[in-house]
């Protein structure tokens, strides 16, 4: 299990340094076009080169995303943009449109591609017909449980990479139009309005029987199951993120590093209760859950009563002057 990769996220050149800082083995970073995540900094073309640059001469891999579905009329500028990362260094693209990824197989043989989660790979049969087309490596669909997650790397030649952490979508990933039917913007275009954290209300019988942020999942954690997961036989274990802050970057890279390096220690693997509250602190979803992984699906994995980050309770608000503008508080 050495060789077990963490792969962290970079939406700039900030987060970038705070990942390989603290702990990544490799980072993924999108450029200034044809990636999921069209609303973080990301990167132009001089910083992608020093982006490879300062991630290559501190041993981290870096992984471009090219992982959206791409036009006709895109397809010359997106192979031009592969061509700009290859010869500044890069280690593999990560891409979702099947013909630009055997248009890059056959013009850049010496670069690894590895087929995005967007694909919506879930099982075995999926994984061979993209070791065919030459893909190196394999980031699986985010609903599999971990014991179909090791049936795919016992059957299959090529890499396996997972999700580990992070925001997770409620619908298939490269398979939702819910952005682009509600508000015109494409989630496989890389700019997910995130329909899914918005309030709805459930009627039966035309009256509401239920309300809130009905479709708004958890982020996963596995911290707790980490080992379980080592174990499957995966190559990449990767965090979620690149619309978040360097310091959630740092944070988040730095823990995992930890936990990855004792659960393959030989040591006695507890998880601190600090370490728990330092990820509650610095983002949650009222909690975490471990997704699809354990295969418990239901309403623990949903937080219905808000969308975004709620950190975590210090006490409880016992009283509020208004005129005199002071709160006292309960501290727990």
Do not use: W
């Amino acid at each position: 299990m050495n060789d077990i990769e963490l792969l962290s996220p970079a939406g700039d050149f900030d987060c970038l340094k705070a990942a390989v800082q603290n702990g990544a083995d490799a980072v993924y970073f999108g450029a200034n076009q044809f990636n999921a995540r069209a609303n973080s900094k990301n990167f132009n073309k001089e910083e992608l080169s020093l982006a490879i640059e300062y991630a290559k001469l501190r041993n981290v891999k870096t992984h471009l995303t090219i992982n959206i579905v791409i036009k006709n009329d895109e397809f010359e500028d997106a192979l031009n943009l592969v061509k700009d990362a290859y010869l500044a260094g890069i280690d593999a693209v990560i891409v979702q449109d099947l013909g630009l990824a055997k248009k890059i197989i056959e013009t850049f043989p010496n670069l690894e591609v590895h087929a995005s989660t967007q694909m919506t790979t879930y099982n075995k049969e999926g994984v061979e017909q993209l070791e065919k087309l030459g893909v190196n490596r394999v980031v699986l669909a985010r609903e599999l449980e971990v014991k179909e997650i090791e049936d795919v790397c016992k059957n299959s030649n090529v890499d396996i990479e997972v999700f580990i952490h992070g925001a997770l979508c409620i619908c298939y990933s490269g398979q939702c139009l819910m952005s682009s039917l509600i508000g015109g913007r494409s989630g496989n275009r890389g700019t997910c309005a995130g329909s899914c954290r918005l309030p709805y209300a459930l009627l039966k019988n035309d009256s509401v029987v239920n309300k809130g942020y009905l479709l708004s999942s958890k982020d996963v954690c596995t911290l707790d199951i980490l080992p379980k997961i080592l174990k499957t036989g995966v190559k990449s274990l990767k965090i979620e993120g690149r619309m978040k802050s360097p310091y959630y970057v740092g944070l988040v890279t730095s823990i995992y590093r930890k936990y990855i390096d004792l659960a393959q220690s030989g040591k006695t693997y507890i998880v601190e209760d600090s370490d728990r509250e330092k990820l509650m602190q610095i983002f949650n979803r009222g909690g975490f859950s471990t997704g699809y992984l354990n295969g418990k699906l239901g309403k623990e994995m949903m937080y219905t009563k808000r969308p975004n980050h709620i950190g975590i309770k210090i006490g409880e608000v016992v009283s509020y002057n208004k005129n005199k503008g002071y709160v006292k508080v309960k501290l727990e």
